[in-house]
């Protein structure tokens, strides 16, 4: 079964100052999704990846799929305390369901 | 309208006790699902309906049963809980089922405390 690891596990940077999550794949990513959650709410879609190479921006937040299609990477530009929260990305099982990795938990120090 | 919404927010019941959760979206999508998430965990999956019908189980208890009586609603129907089964349940849309770069949205949960 497909398993996604993400990197770091916790994040805790300056406001201001910019920063990556990563998202690594067992298998070949067929759509790739980041969510983010604040602690014991819902999830918030934030983007999806379908294609090798792929980028996609939102306001201050810029993601991209590898061209291999195995690895995503979520950079923050400029970070805000509004950025705070836990960052998932997940996998469409052969268009099932959603898996995810098990987050990564960002501060933003003002 | 691309809410799915989620009641209720917050449910406290001893292990005897049957009570449901209700999910809702009027976004026309297909496929519905629950999730189940303990503290510090990711998301996992327990159910999908695509169509109205239940197209996944991952093996989930009976204690736990799912209900999907129209295309805007999902319910889930708790029964003889245990402890361990305490923690946010999430509901999530998508257009359909069976295709990929199927984005899902996500209700706001249901926090479940089994005492």
């Known amino acids: 079964s497909q398993e996604l690891e993400q990197s770091p596990q916790s994040l805790i940077v300056q406001e201001g100052k910019n920063l990556t999550i990563n998202c690594t794949s067992s298998k070949t990513l067929y759509g790739l999704y980041w969510y983010k959650q604040k602690y014991g709410e819902g999830l918030i879609f934030l983007m999806m990846l379908q294609k090798g190479g792929e980028e996609k921006s939102h306001e201050k937040i810029t993601a991209k799929l590898d061209e291999k299609k195995q690895q995503s990477s979520l950079h923050i530009t400029a970070s805000q305390p509004s950025h705070a929260g836990i960052y998932l990305c997940?996998?469409?099982?052969?268009?099932?369901?959603?898996?995810f990795g098990k987050g990564t938990t960002l501060s933003v120090s003002s | 309208d691309t809410e799915v919404t989620q009641t209720p927010k917050h449910l406290v019941m001893g292990m005897t006790n049957k009570k449901s959760l209700k999910c809702e979206q009027h976004?026309?999508?297909?496929?519905m699902y629950w999730y189940k998430q303990k503290a510090k965990k990711p998301p996992e999956l327990m159910f999908v309906y695509s169509y109205e019908k239940l197209s996944i189980n991952e093996s989930v208890p009976s204690r736990f049963s799912p209900e999907c009586p129209n295309s805007s609603l999902l319910n889930l129907h708790l029964h003889a809980l245990q402890p361990e089964d305490s923690a946010l349940y999430l509901c999530?849309?998508?257009?359909?089922?069976?295709?990929?770069?199927?984005?899902?949205?996500f209700g706001p949960g249901t926090r479940l405390t089994v005492l």
């Open positions: 999530a849309s998508s257009q359909t089922q069976g295709s990929s770069y199927n984005e899902q949205f």
């Open positions: 976004m026309g999508h297909r496929a």
């Open positions: 997940g996998a469409d099982q052969a268009g099932t369901a959603l898996i």
